[in-house]
């Protein structure tokens, strides 16, 4: 969740960006980002969309867990890996770096190796 506020001439708006990122953990995840007026409606109201931003990924040893910052690491989570590491390059954008990893994950050359 992040606070916008927009000035204009009557004052200040406020409106509320929500990032939603849900999986069955079983290696189906996606993304959605939505602004409301209210925290809730931004959450109902969240589509997916996708941009570019560089997210590195590799797997772990068995125990490891999941190694990572911010969305990407709930990204990772909510696509069921156990043992990845995760680094973001480049951007530090929460959306583009959420959408980058479910992207990354949905990958066959990833999946295999750290068994989705």
């Not at 990407?72 to 990845?84: P, S």
């Not at 390059?89 to 990958?107: D, E, P, R, W």
């Amino acid at each position: 969740m992040r606070r916008v506020t927009k000035v204009v001439k009557g004052g200040k708006q406020v409106h509320f960006r929500a990032i939603v990122v849900m999986g069955d953990k079983q290696g189906q995840v996606g993304v959605g980002v939505e602004k409301a007026e209210e925290v809730i409606v931004a959450v109902q109201k969240c589509d997916g969309d996708y941009r570019a931003a560089k997210v590195m990924l590799r797997p772990a040893s068995p125990g490891t867990g999941v190694i990572a910052g911010g969305t990407v690491r709930i990204a990772l989570e909510m696509a069921g890996l156990e043992n990845a590491l995760g680094k973001q390059l480049g951007s530090h954008n929460a959306f583009n770096n959420a959408s980058t990893t479910v992207v990354a994950v949905q990958k066959k050359e990833f999946s295999d190796v750290v068994n989705v």
